[in-house]
């Protein structure tokens, strides 16, 4: 298994619930260091930016309104298979299709409101990561 590192949000629904702590001990528990770390609130820019990859779809403006209507929880995660470590902790987008003892299926309100976002490969975390740390930011 090799060290990765990936890009962890999480979302306002669980900023706003001041879930940070819960979460985190769960990516922790689950083997996952955080080596870099920001609380920040988006701008539409910065949303729009880094959802480009959805913006034809149906709920991208929706989704950006989300993600900027509050503070978000900006992380590196690294760890062993750390990209599909992330996801499985994280659950399943709906929440009601999360297993057990994810984070999903312990806090998100919806599928849109869902508490975090991971990088869903090695390629896409190294880009989501540059979007917002720059390489002295993240301190193994």
């Given at each position: 298994?090799a060290?990765?590192?990936?890009?962890?949000?999480?979302k306002?629904?669980?900023?706003?619930r001041?879930?940070?702590?819960k979460?985190?001990?769960?990516?922790?528990?689950?083997?996952?260091?955080?080596?870099?770390?920001?609380?920040?609130?988006?701008?539409?820019?910065?949303?729009?930016?880094?959802?480009?990859?959805?913006?034809e779809?149906?709920f991208?403006?929706?989704?950006?309104?989300?993600?900027?209507?509050?503070?978000?929880?900006?992380?590196?995660?690294?760890?062993?298979?750390?990209?599909?470590?992330?996801?499985?902790?994280m659950?399943?987008?709906?929440p009601?299709?999360?297993?057990?003892?994810?984070?999903?299926?312990?806090?998100?309100?919806?599928?849109e409101?869902?508490?975090?976002?991971?990088?869903?490969?090695a390629?896409?975390?190294?880009?989501?990561?540059?979007?917002?740390?720059?390489?002295?930011?993240?301190v193994?």
């Open positions: 298994m060290t990765e590192r990936t890009l962890s949000i999480i306002p629904d669980a900023t706003r001041n879930l940070t702590g979460i985190n001990a769960m990516l922790e528990d689950a083997g996952l260091r955080i080596v870099a770390q920001r609380r920040m609130q988006l701008t539409t820019a910065q949303a729009q930016a880094f959802y480009a990859v959805h913006a779809r149906p991208y403006n929706d989704l950006v309104s989300f993600m900027i209507s509050g503070p978000v929880v900006v992380q590196v995660l690294e760890g062993a298979d750390a990209v599909a470590k992330n996801r499985n902790v659950g399943a987008t709906n009601a299709d999360a297993a057990e003892g994810t984070i999903r299926k312990a806090f998100a309100e919806s599928i409101a869902n508490s975090v976002h991971g990088s869903d490969s390629e896409n975390a190294a880009n989501e990561i540059a979007f917002f740390f720059a390489g002295t930011d993240i193994g």
